[in-house]
């Protein structure tokens, strides 16, 4: 087997796809920069279960609607268990990881506001049929069954 150059340890090696950084292998899979990517999938992940969410609510489907919040109480309590990162890497990457979480962050909060008022929305919508079903009972009391007598008028 042939003995590679580690990667920003052997500045001799150039590759000219890749930018030349201070950065060694080692910082570039830190645990830090893993956290910080995990972190960033789960909420992309939110994101699009609040998407999904969103689409059950018009869409009236309540199978659906149950799983994605099912997967969001999930996604929020991972969220939750994850530390501030203590040490910060430099570079262009981690500055660039730093953009995309705050960016999706705004997101995923803009998307909550969002489904937060299309759910107020769809109570008041749900209370104002309450109250008309229950206004309404004695004025149109309940259909009465049919008696043998009408069925056979009828089918005649």
């Given at each position: 087997m042939q003995n590679l150059p580690q990667i920003g340890k052997d500045r001799r090696t150039k590759w000219t796809a890749w930018p030349e950084t201070d950065m060694s292998l080692e910082q570039?899979?830190?645990p830090a920069y893993q956290h910080l990517e995990r972190r960033l999938c789960w909420l992309r992940e939110?994101?699009?279960?609040?998407?999904?969410a969103r689409a059950a609510v018009l869409a009236s489907n309540l199978a659906e609607l149950k799983l994605q919040t099912a997967r969001q109480s999930e996604l929020c309590a991972a969220l939750g268990q994850f530390e501030p990162?203590?040490?910060c890497p430099v570079g262009e990457r981690w500055n660039r990881l730093l953009q995309e979480?705050?960016?999706?962050e705004m997101r995923v909060r803009q998307l909550?506001?969002?489904y937060?008022?299309?759910l107020a929305r769809a109570r008041r919508t749900v209370d104002i049929f309450c109250r008309l079903l229950a206004n309404s009972e004695p004025t149109y009391p309940p259909p009465k069954r049919e008696s043998a007598f009408f069925r056979?008028?009828?089918g005649s």
């Amino acid at each position: 087997m042939q003995n590679l150059p580690q990667i920003g340890k052997d500045r001799r090696t150039k590759w000219t796809a890749w930018p030349e950084t201070d950065m060694s292998l080692e910082q570039e899979f830190s645990p830090a920069y893993q956290h910080l990517e995990r972190r960033l999938c789960w909420l992309r992940e939110l994101a699009g279960s609040l998407e999904g969410a969103r689409a059950a609510v018009l869409a009236s489907n309540l199978a659906e609607l149950k799983l994605q919040t099912a997967r969001q109480s999930e996604l929020c309590a991972a969220l939750g268990q994850f530390e501030p990162v203590t040490s910060c890497p430099v570079g262009e990457r981690w500055n660039r990881l730093l953009q995309e979480s705050a960016r999706t962050e705004m997101r995923v909060r803009q998307l909550n506001r969002e489904y937060g008022a299309l759910l107020a929305r769809a109570r008041r919508t749900v209370d104002i049929f309450c109250r008309l079903l229950a206004n309404s009972e004695p004025t149109y009391p309940p259909p009465k069954r049919e008696s043998a007598f009408f069925r056979s008028e009828l089918g005649s």
